[in-house]
């Protein structure tokens, strides 16, 4: 276990190593930072000025060379707009989006595990039939569509469901406000957090049934129900549990995906988080938030990842983690 955590910590900064250069590659094509911080009225000469001041004048190596070692102090460089360090502007943004993967997060395993087993067991059933119908529909409709379709319905054809905000919250540690203290921030965070899912729902309901169909073929499953178990504890404890390896893998990678795309849930819900942030630093120009917000999400993915091969390997003990790493 250490070798394989030690293997698995130098991958991590070799990754995030790529991450960040890549990150600070790309604002050179961000467009010039200068236009939001000054405007059009500041002569060429003044512009000159500021660009030396902030650096933007040196080589590519000697800037990035200069945010690495400023990045491995905490600092990620200072938001033009919010005239305070962009980590921090993230950090506060940062609760809003982690509670609506969670909570999207909760509809998924809650709907998926169920649905998927079902349509394993009975799949000529005409639940089934309308389950898999429907798990195809939703993964062919955007998640920007469903959601500005449940705000027609739920909030401006019936009012059940506030459409925008995260309503009332409480303050818990720092700069986390959670919404999941109040029945306001309970109300504001049921859409945003079903039009996430929509688009994850479906992939996790056809790979539960794939994979369950295939361990239900399986020699142990016909031995055990030759020896007459129940059939829902063969359903539920011995296939489910090996129906779950595969599921578990796929399911890191797609939470970690999920805070990438609620930047479109954010936006059209107007959810104060780092999606919505991140698309109003790239209206701005904000090259340092967007730099910053780059490296925090790839940072999200590594250590998701590195979790979920760690939690592989303790539901599947047969699993050498050592090898897991190489």
Same mark, same amino acid.
């Not at 079902?118 to 409709?141: D, E």
């Not at 998640?143 to 500005?148: E, K, M, R, W």
């Not at 295939?214 to 142990?220: I, N, R």
């Given at each position: 276990?250490?070798? %394989? ?41 003044? @512009? ?9 004048? =040196?080589?590519?190596?000697?800037? $990035?060379?200069?945010?690495?070692? +400023? ?8 938001? $033009? ?23 999207? !997060?909760?509809?998924?395993? /809650?709907? &998926? ?17 309308? *389950? ?22 739920? &909030?401006?054809? $019936?009012?059940?469901?506030?459409? $925008?905000?995260?309503? =009332? ?5 720092? %700069? ?5 203290? !109040?029945? =306001? ?8 957090? *079903? ?10 309901? @056809? ?20 020896? /007459?178990?129940?059939?829902? @504890? ?17 399911? /890191? ?7 990438? %795309? ?20 790239? +209206? ?5 938030? *967007?730099?910053? %917000? ?10 998701? +990842?590195?979790?979920? =091969? ?12 050592? @090898?897991?790493?190489?």
């Amino acid at each position: 276990m250490f070798a %394989y955590l030690a293997k698995r910590v130098i991958q991590a900064i070799a990754v995030m190593f790529v991450i960040s250069l890549i990150a600070f590659a790309i604002q050179g094509n961000l467009g010039d930072p200068l236009r939001e911080l000054v405007g059009q009225s500041v002569s060429e000469e003044v @512009r000159q000025q500021l660009r030396d001041e902030l650096g933007l004048n =040196d080589s590519f190596v000697t800037q $990035y060379l200069r945010f690495a070692g +400023n990045a491995l102090q905490g600092d990620l460089g200072t938001s $033009y707009f919010f005239k305070e360090p962009a980590l921090d502007v993230i950090l506060k943004k940062l609760p809003a989006t982690l509670e609506l993967v969670f909570g999207a !997060t909760l509809i998924i395993v /809650g709907f &998926s595990v169920p649905l998927g087993v079902y349509t394993a067991i009975k799949p000529n059933s005409i639940l089934s039939r309308i *389950i898999m119908g429907l798990s195809i529909i939703g993964i062919s409709i955007p998640v920007f569509l469903t959601a500005i379709l449940m705000i027609f319905v739920f &909030s401006v054809e $019936y009012g059940w469901l506030p459409s $925008y905000g995260r309503g =009332d919250t409480v303050q818990v540690w720092g %700069y986390w406000q959670t919404n999941f203290a !109040t029945a =306001d921030g309970w109300l504001h965070i049921i859409l945003p957090s *079903i039009a996430l899912a929509s688009i994850m729902l479906p992939l996790f309901v @056809r790979l539960i049934r794939a994979e369950m169909m295939e361990v239900l073929q399986s020699e142990y499953v016909k031995y055990a129900k030759a020896k /007459g178990i129940n059939p829902w @504890r063969i359903y539920f404890v011995h296939a489910l549990k090996n129906t779950l390896l595969p599921v578990i893998t796929v399911g /890191g990678v797609q939470i970690g995906t999920m805070v990438a %795309y609620t930047i479109l849930t954010e936006t059209v819900f107007q959810w104060p988080g780092m999606g919505f942030m991140f698309l109003e630093a790239v +209206n701005r120009v904000d090259t340092p938030l *967007i730099v910053a %917000y780059l490296i925090v999400v790839g940072f999200i993915f590594v250590v998701t +990842n590195t979790i979920v =091969d760690l939690i592989y390997g303790l539901v599947n003990p047969t699993v050498n983690i050592a @090898r897991m790493g190489a």
